[in-house]
């Protein structure tokens, strides 16, 4: 039997993930060690593999079939727009992509007047104006710290991810529309899915089921 690799989006989606196979009895130890500095893990047992890459990096593993499925953000996958399939909701990693300013933007949104949006999703800023909302607006790539962009007047709004919602709240800032909420989703390599299918299926079953246990233990 071949291996069958995992790419994991690096930081908390990956440590949940590890966590969600250790409760399926599979041995991540190795890779949860938080002083390791691997960026690929095996389990003989299970003939499985994993890899820890840039989030924005797993459609790619996956759409090239480097990797057979891949955990990462609705958010990543709806940037990168890869070529592969979304199999399941993993339910943790909850947030929302909002389109974000100060109050004052609001009446900017509601015109039809072109606006400058700073985001370090284009992909997602650009549809959501241009065929949701058929606004005309120039998009400004950044690569972090967005919320800085409209109060340093390099545009009037942000698209960008809205957690807490603290950061927003300490910068003086509020969301002005919600685009789609996001969380953790499994995609598959198109072909991997097709010759790897039941093997697929199987894992997606047992995470499903301990993903409604805790679910269950919650409420
Ligand atoms: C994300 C996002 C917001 C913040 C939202 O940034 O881009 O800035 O988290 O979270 P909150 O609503 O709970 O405050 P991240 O921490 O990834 O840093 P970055 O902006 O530098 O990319």
Known sequence: M???????????????????????GIDCSEA???DTRKLIFVNEEHKLKFFLAKASDVPTYVEYGAADCGVVGKDTIMEEGRDLYEVMDLGFGKCRMCVCGPESARELLSRNEIIRV????????????????????????????????PIVDLSEVIVDIVETGSTLRENGLTVLEEICPLSARVCVNRVSLKMQHDRIVKLLDEMKKILDSEEGGKS
Do not use: C, H, W
């Not at 997602?124 to 790539?141: P, R």
């Open 32 to 34: 949860l060690d938080p």
């Open 2 to 24: 071949r291996y069958l690799t995992f790419a994991l989006a690096k930081g908390r989606l990956a440590k949940k993930t590890l966590k969600l196979f250790s409760s399926m």
């Open 118 to 149: 700073a985001s370090k999703y284009p992909n997602i800023a650009k549809s959501y104006f241009t065929e949701k909302k058929n606004q005309t607006v120039e998009i400004i790539k950044l690569n972090g710290s967005v919320e800085l962009a």
